[in-house]
């Protein structure tokens, strides 16, 4: 009962899209407990924010932004799928949703460093 | 004359068996299989009845794979020498490859994937218009023969017992489109609940995968799409 | 488990995250130039309406979108079913919406009001 063959473009773009949903869930907590402090304990606050000139923490702000963009996209592409009348270039809708998000992560990156 | 000799593994009840079966140059897998059934072990068990793709009876899991074994030649998918074949996914195992189809009819049903006439025989025949768009949306998954290949290949329903699977919710899509069913505030009743058309995650494999090419997942996404707008016009 | 109110409530706080989300790249990009600090984003962000407005939007579609889908990903991979899924959805989703009010009070009115 071995699961069929997976590495067809469609499912890697629904992968794509659930693993970077659960990421960006696990990251807002700490996103918002951090924010908060800007009132609470904004000398923290300035701790935290100082990490972000560490080529690691750049690196893992790449990150971030790259799984936003490919949600957003990839999401977009499922949305026009589902309510749009149906067009049958999905697999290059979803390359282009990657491509898209690789480009503005990538534009982020240029601008952090 | 065999040629050469395949190394069948074949998933059973009590785990994985292998055979040594005579290659031939014209092979089916369920060739191979009757092969084993027929000369290595009798109580080998399996189903099939047409052997030509019309009956929708013989599909097994070969090399991780849903197929119809019999119009699958095993030159298509040998592993070097070897196969590997199992029974189908996603459904309870009656014996070795025999799976019990029940939950898969089952969800068919449920789906409203039957008949719903307003007419009666003192009525002329509905006339059907063959150019229509709603026509050719039906006749695109008219020849769906109940396989399972699909159900086997989705993700979304080895994770989601009760989601409904492709080929009764395009079976549901068909109908919705067919002039001569009246059943639409049914079907999309049907397909609207907790394991309907809504729990797809338009991964593709049942698209992928079916044998007759057809594409139950765009009727799904067509499913999705109308509910959306009655939800949006209708408030249900 | 999804049915189609849940799903409609997910697909419709997403097209509504959609402009959110770019904004809030093209805020990223603009603002981390020469480094971040809580005095750049509260200089930025403090008792403005239209910053609260936007964030608070964008905290109440993700609560939203993000428990439903969490719910989805429970039951599938986690088999999660029947009422602890629904405590779950509920709880995620309210505690996203706790968490991220919080964050958008503090840096637009907490310093003003209090």
Not at chain 1, 56 to 66: I, R
Not at chain 2, 71 to 93: E, W
Not at chain 2, 118 to 138: F, M, N, P, Q
Request: include cysteine; proline fraction near 4%; charged fraction near 15%.
């Amino acid at each position: 009962m071995k699961a069929p063959a997976r590495a067809h473009p469609l499912w890697i773009a629904y992968i794509v899209h659930r693993l970077s949903g659960v990421a960006l869930a696990a990251f807002l907590p700490l996103h918002f407990w951090v924010l908060a402090m800007a009132v609470s304990d904004p000398g923290r606050l300035d701790g935290f924010l100082a990490l972000t000139e560490a080529t690691l923490v750049k690196v893992a702000e790449f990150g971030l932004v790259f799984l936003l963009a490919v949600h957003m996209f990839g999401g977009l592409r499922v949305l026009a799928l589902e309510w749009l009348p149906w067009r049958p270039a999905q697999k290059s809708l979803a390359a282009g949703a990657a491509a898209i998000s690789f480009l503005i992560a990538g534009a982020f990156f240029l601008q952090a460093v | 004359m065999p040629s050469d000799v395949l190394h069948v593994t074949i998933d059973r009840a009590n785990g994985p068996e292998s055979f040594e079966v005579p290659a031939y140059d014209n092979q089916t897998v369920l060739d191979v299989v009757s092969w084993v059934q027929q000369n290595a072990d009798p109580t080998l068990s399996y189903r099939f009845a047409c052997r030509v793709g019309m009956c929708g009876s013989c599909a097994m899991m070969v090399n991780g794979v849903p197929r119809w074994t019999c119009r699958t030649h095993v030159s298509k998918v040998t592993d070097g020498a070897a196969i590997h074949v199992g029974p189908l996914r996603n459904l309870p195992i009656i014996k070795d490859l025999a799976v019990d189809m029940d939950p898969f009819f089952d969800k068919w049903v449920a789906a409203e994937g039957v008949h719903h006439g307003g007419l009666t025989r003192d009525d002329s025949i509905a006339v059907v218009d063959e150019g229509s768009a709603t026509r050719v949306e039906a006749n695109a998954g008219i020849e769906c023969i109940n396989c399972s290949v699909c159900y086997a290949a989705c993700d979304t329903v080895a994770g989601n017992a009760d989601y409904l699977g492709p080929a009764a919710l395009q079976r549901a899509w068909t109908l919705l489109n067919d002039a001569k069913d009246e059943g639409s505030v049914a079907i999309l009743d049907a397909v609207s609940g907790d394991g309907g058309c809504h729990n797809c995650h338009s991964m593709g494999s049942c698209t992928l995968y079916c044998p007759n090419e057809l594409d139950p997942m765009s009727a799904i996404a067509g499913l999705k799409r109308e509910t959306a707008k009655n939800f949006f016009w209708r408030g249900r | 488990m999804l049915g189609l109110r849940l799903y409609m409530a997910q697909r419709i706080t997403a097209l509504l995250m959609g402009p959110f989300v770019l904004g809030h790249i093209a805020v990223m990009i603009y603002a981390i130039q020469g480094g971040l600090s809580a005095a750049e984003i509260l200089g930025r962000t403090q008792g403005s309406v239209l910053w609260f407005l936007f964030y608070g939007l964008f905290v109440v579609a993700v609560s939203i979108h993000g428990a439903i889908g969490l719910r989805v990903i429970a039951h599938e991979w986690g088999r999660v079913q029947g009422r602890a899924l629904d405590v779950l959805m509920w709880g995620m989703g309210l505690a996203f919406f706790a968490l991220g009010a919080r964050a958008v009070w503090a840096v637009t009115f907490a310093g003003v009001v209090t």
